[in-house]
């Protein structure tokens, strides 16, 4: 038997010693738990969370599977209609969920003058424009629910800039209203099924195909005129607006200019930068007020994506209202995988370039080093793949044509010159600014003098233009079979590997000197200037410098033929 005897100084060593141990745990417990020790995607979690809490909202918790006749019947407001979908134990056709708004729209189903704040963070399950395979997405988002005032509304817009201003980075949010394009739309008697190929092209900047669609809708010229007119409708929230009101012509312009003006106070407290874009749409069938995105320095791509959607509401529950945003965390991986070249400080802004190698490359940098933009070191006489000229804030890549819309659609880099016929099979996501016009020539259908379709069967295509010849047959609803074919294109009817090709067609010489003829030319292509969507946010103004400069040299060159 031991016996232990408490004496004072025992006692006192033993609280010492526990005062020690109880700091030691607390150190260790802050090293452990610091936020700054956490990946981006992580700490925003936290900060988003305390965000949305502090706002009122309520967590919405929810499984990962939902029937899929939900996505069936509501096919139109998913932003792709690709779903991964498998059989339950119990029979039922289940699918991973692709979306989260559309799962709460179905099962919150607010009391008439109710409204229902959540919050959420959830994992979603989409096609990757990227590796083309499904990918799991996290995002954290906030959606208001059933009766939907101005103050919901200014309430959630703000909370979308306090989200990103949470974020720790520079930031960027981008306003429109969807009212103002359907208002337009009404006052102009566009027809309802040239609308959504009309908003396209307003998503895209595109200008010069954008009045030749009004053209094709059956638009006056006057018309068209005034639908690319929202084209200059872009930059300060406050000018911007001036311009909008200016240019109302009914009263659901009206109306949409007097909702962004009430939302005006409220923005101008955010802190970050706000922008009035009305060439900014959402989908049709899903937005029907308010839209917005918002943007991070460095990032490529929107990180944050919201709006009013009362009309999707309204499938599961009659005459309320509905606003909320989404922020993709994944995104913010990103921020710590800034490329070497882009660390480099030249004390200016940099446009960096991707200029395509080759004859249409050499014409672009002519005309740009033209025009200011050269650099002091000749990149034909070099194997470098990056030059630049600090002083003139330019940065050009060499890269592959076909690799252009690549490199500026994922923000390696900001702009680009790149064909039509690469851009157009890319399907890629950027701002196509400008028709340079250099480089003229058409997508066409050729096939052996003398033939003739044959109905009975599926056509068979070679082309190394797979998805421009899909929609352009698709648009016909003719059956093929495609030939992927990667050159010498107008070989596989000789051979009789195939009975028509698809193909680029300049002079049509190659065609005739292999008893070729065209049957029909359905796309013109030229090389355009496009921007990266993300890249334009931040440095519109030296990309609207260097368009104005390229527009008007372009301009005195055609005037001088």
């Not at 704040?117 to 979603?124: A, L």
Request: glycine share 8%; proline share 4%.
């Amino acid at each position: 038997m031991f016996l232990c005897i408490e004496t004072p100084e025992l006692c006192r060593c033993r609280e010492r010693n526990k005062g020690k141990e109880t700091r030691e745990r607390k150190r260790g417990s802050e090293t452990e738990f610091s936020l700054e020790h956490l990946q981006p995607k992580e700490r925003a979690s936290f900060a988003l969370r305390s965000l949305y809490e502090t706002a009122g909202c309520r967590k919405y918790h929810m499984g990962r599977f939902e029937e899929y006749s939900l996505y069936q019947e509501n096919r139109s407001f998913l932003s792709s209609e690709q779903v991964i979908t498998f059989t339950d134990l119990d029979g039922r056709l289940l699918a991973l969920k692709p979306d989260v708004t559309l799962s709460i729209a179905k099962t919150a189903q607010p009391a008439p003058g109710e409204t229902l704040r959540y919050y959420y963070h959830e994992n979603v399950y989409r096609p990757s424009a990227e590796s083309h395979t499904f990918k799991e997405i996290s995002q954290m988002g906030l959606e208001m629910l059933g009766a939907v005032g101005k103050a919901e509304v200014q309430q959630a817009v703000c909370l979308a800039a306090q989200s990103l201003a949470a974020l720790g980075a520079e930031w960027v949010l981008e306003v429109s209203h969807m009212g103002y394009l359907f208002g337009l739309f009404d006052a102009l008697n566009v027809p309802e099924a040239a609308r959504a190929q009309l908003l396209e092209k307003l998503r895209q900047k595109n200008a010069h195909e954008l009045r030749a669609a009004a053209l094709s809708a059956g638009l006056s010229e006057t018309a068209a005129d005034a639908l690319c007119g929202v084209l200059e409708l872009s930059g300060g929230y406050a000018t911007t607006l001036s311009k909008a009101a200016a240019l109302c012509r009914n009263p659901a312009m009206t109306a949409a200019v007097a909702e962004l003006t009430a939302l005006a106070p409220t923005l101008g407290q955010a802190g970050g930068s706000i922008r009035l874009d009305l060439t900014l749409a959402g989908e049709m069938e899903y937005y029907n007020g308010l839209v917005f995105q918002g943007y991070l320095k460095a990032l490529p791509r929107p990180l944050l994506k919201g709006g009013r959607y009362d009309l999707l509401l309204q499938k599961f529950t009659p005459g309320a209202g509905a606003i909320g945003f989404a922020v993709y965390l994944d995104e913010l991986d990103r921020l710590n995988a800034m490329p070497p070249v882009q660390h480099q400080d030249t004390g200016k802004v940099m446009l960096n370039v991707a200029l395509p190698k080759g004859r249409l490359g050499d014409k672009v940098y002519n005309l740009l080093a033209g025009i200011g933009y050269g650099c002091p070191e000749d990149y034909n006489a070099t194997r470098k793949l990056v030059v630049e000229n600090p002083a003139a804030g330019i940065r050009y890549f060499l890269v592959k044509p076909s690799d252009v819309a690549i490199y500026v659609e994922h923000g390696a880099a900001d702009v680009g010159i790149v064909g039509k016929d690469i851009l157009t099979e890319a399907a890629a996501d950027v701002y196509e600014l400008l028709d340079t016009g250099l480089g003229r020539c058409r997508m066409c259908v050729a096939a052996p003098a003398g033939y003739r379709d044959d109905p009975s069967r599926p056509v068979r295509v070679a082309t190394k233009f797979v998805n421009i010849a899909k929609r352009y047959y698709a648009s016909m609803g003719r059956d093929i079979d495609i030939i992927k074919l990667n050159g010498s294109i107008e070989l596989a009817p000789i051979l009789g590997l195939s009975d028509v090709i698809v193909d680029i067609v300049e002079t049509g010489t190659t065609l005739r000197e292999n008893g070729l003829q065209v049957v029909t030319e359905f796309m013109p292509i030229s090389a355009r200037f496009i921007a990266n969507k993300a890249s334009y946010q931040f440095k519109h103004w030296q990309m609207d410098t260097m368009l104005e400069k390229l527009r008007d040299t372009l301009h005195k060159q055609e005037e001088e033929k």
